[in-house]
T-cell receptor, first 117, second 110 residues
């Protein structure tokens, strides 16, 4: 099993440009999570999907952020337009179905380090 | 919002020493996970605890879930340089959603 695969590993872009981050979860995992990690705020949950359906997007900072999961093996997180304060490491994680009292932990990808200049 | 406080924030020790890090909250969790994260990588799951008072051992690491399921501790015996990293706890609510603490950065010097 190759684990959770994220691409790209590093992204440097100019302010105002569109950025798309990609994630392939572990096969058979039907919950997928997007997190953002910064020194100041730690790991923040942005959005999560269950069976390809967005369940909770309350952590998405603003309308510039959007996420999709068109099928069980692929998800994207898009920022348009990007701003310097979006600079962070973005992680994707997957898990077997998350439901009441049965969260047994997540498998994280290696992350995408985004720098917006 | 469920808040998790981890302490200490930073810990630097010599190889062979023992240490304990703590994860505390005023909220009750249905389960709690501990992760270790190394620079440039994502967090890696170490353990999940579910039952109040539960103790789990993973080689030199001992994890305990508080009786009231509001807190947890991680004890490392005879720390080694390979234990260096960021240790994160994450508490899950009844909907299965996890909230992460800010982490403890551990440095073990040879």
């Amino acid at each position: 099993d190759a684990g959770v695969i994220q691409s790209p590993r590093h992204e440097v872009t100019e302010m105002g440009q569109e950025v798309t981050l990609r994630c392939k979860p572990i096969s058979g995992h039907n919950s997928l999570f997007w997190y953002r990690q910064t020194m100041m705020r730690g790991l923040e949950l942005l959005i999560y999907f269950n069976n390809n359906v967005p369940i909770d997007d309350s952590g998405m900072p603003e309308d510039r952020f959007s996420a999709k999961m068109p099928n069980a093996s692929f998800s994207t997180l898009k920022i348009q337009p990007s701003e310097p304060r979006d600079s962070a490491v973005y992680f994707c994680a997957s898990s077997t179905e998350v439901r009441q009292s049965s969260n047994y932990g997540y498998t994280f990808g290696s992350g995408t380090r985004l720098t917006v200049v | 919002t469920q808040l998790l406080e981890q302490s200490p924030q930073f810990l630097s020790i010599q190889e062979g020493e023992n240490l304990t890090v703590y994860c505390n909250s005023s909220s009750v969790f249905s389960s709690l996970q501990w992760y270790r994260q190394e620079p440039g990588e994502g967090p890696v799951l170490l353990v999940t605890v579910v039952t109040g008072g539960e103790v789990k051992k993973l080689k030199r690491l001992t994890f305990q879930f508080g009786d009231a399921r509001k807190d947890s501790s991680l004890h490392i015996t005879a720390a080694q340089p390979g234990d260096t990293g960021l240790y994160l706890c994450a508490g899950a609510n009844n909907a299965g959603k996890s909230t992460f603490g800010d982490g403890t950065t551990l440095t073990v010097k040879p």
